[in-house]
């Protein structure tokens, strides 16, 4: 039977929330969730005969638990192997801990601490558990979706593997380095430079370095990039500020790249 609220009762006493609203309020996608459920990190509380999950107070809680250890940077296996240890702890204490964890960052994750604290105090209290309040604060990467939709759960995991390993300067690569490839393709553009020029390759072996900081793709992948920068208006946008002929300037140049550097 619905309750007022449009979630289901399950046997009239516990509040279950279908997956659709448990993915509208926190903002993780209803993909994601199967995901989860699949290897074993989030199971829901049941699933219909008509194949719908439905999550109680308990999976909001470790999906919580769940996020705020993503947002500390650890993969998925280290989630489960974080949360398999925790089993004997109370959910409090967990919590308790998690807070202290997001308190180093204050600045960047202030609307989390927020949240934790709301949480906690509602278990204290005995409160009705409110999904939205729950993941209120939490960010979400905006294409993770779309890529496992691209290049499915596998690839994107295994991305997310990767990015584990990164040193320092790996990450200062990752965060700038797109830019400055751009940067100086335009300028180089600018002055007449041809796509096969020492200069330009050189920016797109920059270029593939980054790329590869998250995956390896191989010249057909390499090209197919390319191409997506050209077809895909935001991507377009990004690079070219404006400037299409930019864009199809660096496709040239990746293309190039791909065939004299990268194997099939």
């Given at each position: 039977m619905a309750g007022k609220s449009g979630h289901e009762w399950k046997g009239g006493a516990a509040v279950a929330w279908s997956i659709a609203e448990v993915a509208r309020d926190s903002g993780v996608t209803s993909r994601t969730?199967?995901?989860?459920?699949?290897?074993?990190?989030?199971v829901p509380a049941r699933t219909a005969s008509n194949g719908r999950r439905y999550y109680e107070e308990e999976q909001l809680l470790r999906l919580q638990q769940i996020l705020l250890l993503r947002e500390l940077?650890?993969?998925?296996?280290?989630v489960a192997d974080?949360?398999?240890?925790?089993?004997?702890?109370?959910?409090?204490?967990?919590?308790?801990?998690?807070?202290?964890?997001?308190l180093r960052e204050q600045?960047?994750?202030?609307?989390?601490?927020?949240t934790v604290d709301s949480t906690i105090e509602n278990l204290r209290k005995g409160g009705e558990m409110e999904p939205r309040k729950v993941f209120e604060g939490f960010e979400h990467n905006p294409y993770e979706a779309e890529a496992r939709e691209?290049?499915?759960d596998e690839a994107v995991d295994a991305s997310n593997e990767r990015m584990q390993g990164w040193t320092e300067?790996?990450?200062?690569?990752?965060?700038?380095?797109?830019?400055?490839?751009h940067e100086g393709l335009a300028t180089l553009k600018a002055e007449g430079a041809d796509?096969?020029?020492?200069?330009?390759?050189?920016?797109?072996q920059l270029h593939y370095e980054v790329t590869c900081l998250f995956w390896t793709p191989t010249r057909e992948a390499y090209k197919g990039l390319g191409q997506m920068y050209v077809d895909d208006d935001r991507f377009r946008r990004t690079i070219g500020n404006g400037?299409?002929?930019?864009?199809?300037?660096?496709?040239?140049?990746?293309?190039?790249?791909?065939d004299n550097h990268l194997a099939e």
């Open positions: 969730l199967r995901h989860y459920h699949a290897i074993g990190l989030l940077g650890l993969s998925l296996d280290v974080v949360l398999a240890k925790q089993s004997n702890a109370s959910t409090i204490q967990v919590l308790g801990r998690h807070k202290e964890w997001l600045l960047r994750l202030g609307q989390l601490v927020r691209r290049w499915g300067a790996d990450a200062e690569n990752a965060r700038t380095g797109y830019t400055r490839v796509v096969l020029d020492m200069s330009v390759q050189d920016l797109i400037d299409d002929s930019l864009v199809e300037f660096m496709q040239a140049a990746m293309n190039a790249y791909a």
